[in-house]
């Protein structure tokens, strides 16, 4: 199908900005792009949005100057080389462009939400409007997060209508580039970005540590744990499951872990048993979780984002992903680690699949959008835009 960007002839590469709306009057619609008219409560949630971005801006443009000091007010500031209100405005204005753009490109090719994903969102909207909720109270003085939203002018129509065009935005995004798409991403292009940016891997962490978690002085003792993860390393290698070595780690720590706790709760008082009876009887009964399956103990971490030791990270993206075992050792503890092709955990890639579409080509697609507004006529009402919702006359947006 061909798309149209619904160009006016007037406006093809420049927005027409007039205040339509006479007085001072407010109608509840902040302004019209391209022939469809905006909700203040759309308008101000957007505003929102930049308000906290350009905080964010100019607070790190802080740390990068070595200020350290809060922001404060953040109209006295100006974000990329523009006073803060113009640049909220402006950002808020192309939020506003997005949304209306997304909504008519689902029109166009047919993108739409189901009654499942419809009753989602009305059940999302009931609970931010009638649930208690502490933040809401704390910081706020309201009794829920909808009453904070009511009270400055984003309705519950609004919110509404902003969460169903991010659903379908998220939609649209498929439409373009998952398999089937209008410009999908090849199955050799995603596993080359898989291997690029993202490792699979399994590990055990050994810790020099006693049974009751003190830290190991001697030597021998240290090179006790290490000798075990060379052993768990070298049955790995030899053909035995992860599962079931990480299982026998798993019920030793257990064991130990029973140990301890019997030792600091006996009481003879309590109990018939002595203190060997008691301490033996709870190592006895400790148990552990055997893994079902290998995936369930598979991580996946970003190359760019991991939620592991920096070192630890880069020593796992220095290995080769042929399922080895081998390991990493630090002051504290001893790694035995396993790191597997990435492009062969087809269950991830399913349940990932989205994420990782977004990592590759969330640019092209904004560029899209903005390819799809870059012509629409907008015609603001001047008293709202400029007074009454102007970003330094609005409270509690932050």
């Known amino acids: 199908m061909t798309f149209s960007y619904r160009k006016t002839a007037a406006a093809a590469a420049a927005i027409v900005c007039a205040a339509a709306l006479c007085g001072c009057t407010d109608s ?33 443009q802080k740390t990068e100057d070595g200020d350290t000091s809060e922001v404060g007010d953040i109209f006295g500031y100006t974000v990329e080389d523009k006073p803060a209100a113009d640049w909220i405005k402006e950002n808020t204005l192309e939020q506003v462009k997005n949304f209306v753009a997304v909504k008519r490109l689902c029109e166009d090719y047919g993108v739409t939400l189901t009654d499942e ?22 910081l706020y003085n309201c009794d829920t997060i909808g009453e904070y939203y009511d009270s400055i002018g984003i309705g ?5 209508e902003i969460n169903k065009v991010n659903e379908l935005s998220d939609k649209l995004f498929l439409h373009y580039y998952d398999k089937g798409g209008l410009t999908p991403v090849s199955d050799e292009d995603f596993k ?51 599962i079931d070595i990480k299982y026998e780690y798993d019920f030793h720590q257990a064991k ?28 006895n009964e400790a148990t552990a979780e055997k893994a079902e399956s290998e995936a369930s103990l598979e991580q996946v971490i970003s190359k760019d984002y991991s939620s592991l030791d920096a070192d630890f990270t880069d020593y796992i993206w220095s290995i080769a992903d042929d399922s080895k075992a081998t390991l990493f050792e630090t002051d504290d503890s001893v790694y035995v680690v396993v790191r597997d092709d ?29 390819q799809a507004y870059a012509g629409y006529s907008v015609e603001i009402n001047d008293y709202l835009v400029n007074n009454k919702y102007a970003p330094q006359n609005l409270k509690g947006m932050n």
């Open 342 to 370: 990435v492009t062969a955990l087809t269950e991830w890639q399913e349940e990932n699949r989205s994420t990782v579409l977004r990592a590759m080509k969330s640019d092209d697609y904004d560029e899209t959008i903005k």
């Open 117 to 138: 994903e419809l009753n989602e969102i009305n059940s999302e909207m009931n609970s931010l409007w009638n649930d208690e909720n502490y933040y809401a109270q704390y």
């Open 256 to 283: 130990n872990d029973a140990k301890a706790k019997a030792e600091e709760e006996y009481d003879s008082e309590t109990t018939e048993l002595t203190y060997e009876e008691y301490v033996e009887q709870a190592v």
């Open 192 to 242: 080359t970005y898989l291997k690029d940016n993202y490792a699979g891997v399994k590990f055990i962490e050994l810790e020099y540590d006693d049974y009751a978690g003190i830290a190991l002085q001697e030597e021998a003792e240290i090179q006790a744990v290490k000798d075990t993860a060379q052993d768990y390393a070298d049955r790995l290698n030899a053909g035995e499951s992860f």
């Open 28 to 60: 509840g619609y902040v302004m019209t792009v391209d022939g469809e008219q905006i909700r203040n409560g759309v308008y101000l949630s957007f505003m929102q949005t930049a308000y906290s971005d350009a905080s964010d801006k100019i607070s790190e």
């Open 156 to 160: 519950r129509e609004s919110l509404a």
